[in-house]
């Protein structure tokens, strides 16, 4: 197995990361997992605009211009001969110096990506997921996809010890997104998700069920929704490049409806399932 990196490609075993590294002391670097059908990209595009935007936003030179990001990236499946279901995760950080809040100068940024096997969650995907709901304990600048993810990863934990998926996240009532993925309901037939600000992850998936449903004729409002209106919902579902389109069956061990997954959510899902392939 072949890793990406500021260098060039280097063997899995081969890379090591120094005590001093901003990504493991501060969480000070971002990331992106891009999803693989059958040895290509989806969404790369959407991604790599994601990647140099949340650079951006934390002060982060990228070692790669835009064009040899592609370049890169595509290497990286020729070189371990890809052509299977997959996901790229790739992260960079404002590189290795002593420990110092300030930011280092004239430091290298260092960026690692690698590929992995991952099957399409098809059994959860036709039968639906089940999520908790939990408080937003995220900062302020939730667009930005950086490294610091302990408050995703005790909502996630909690998830599992409560044998769920996905943790709903809410501040004040108002729900924005899920630990690691988007959330919609479905009222009367529309569709409804939080709007695209610093709150949520301007999910990739996210920006294309978007064009989806419009080619459907489905509307779909970016309107913030409540716990209550969650929890009256007609159907629930999630989004991510992992989970794809996923219907969320139960919430706080209540059924969605009748518990199972809803005709809206599975017209986007079959929408989703053409695009991708
Ligand atoms: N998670 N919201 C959060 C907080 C996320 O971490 C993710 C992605 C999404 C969905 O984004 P996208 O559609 O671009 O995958 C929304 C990835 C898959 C992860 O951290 O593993």
Redesign the pocket.
Known sequence: HQLLTQDGFVGKNDLHYPFEERGLQFGDGI?E?IRIYQGEYYLLT??VE?LYRSAEAIKLTLPFSKDDMYRYMNQLLEVNSVTSDAKVYLQVTRGTAPRDHVFPENVPSNLYAYVQDLPRPVDSLKNGVYAIIRPDERWLN?YI?TLN?LP?VLAKQEAKENGCFEAILHRENTVT??????VYIVKDGVIYTHPETKQ??H????QRIKTLVENEGIPLKEMAFTIEQLNDADEVFL?????EVMPIVKIDGRTVKDGKPGKLTQSIQHAYKKDAK
Do not use: F, M, P, Q
């Open positions: 990331y997992v959407e991604h994601r939730c996809k993810l995703n997104e899920c630990s690691s993925s988007n949520i992850l999910g990739c998936v996210r989004s991510s490049s992992t989970a």
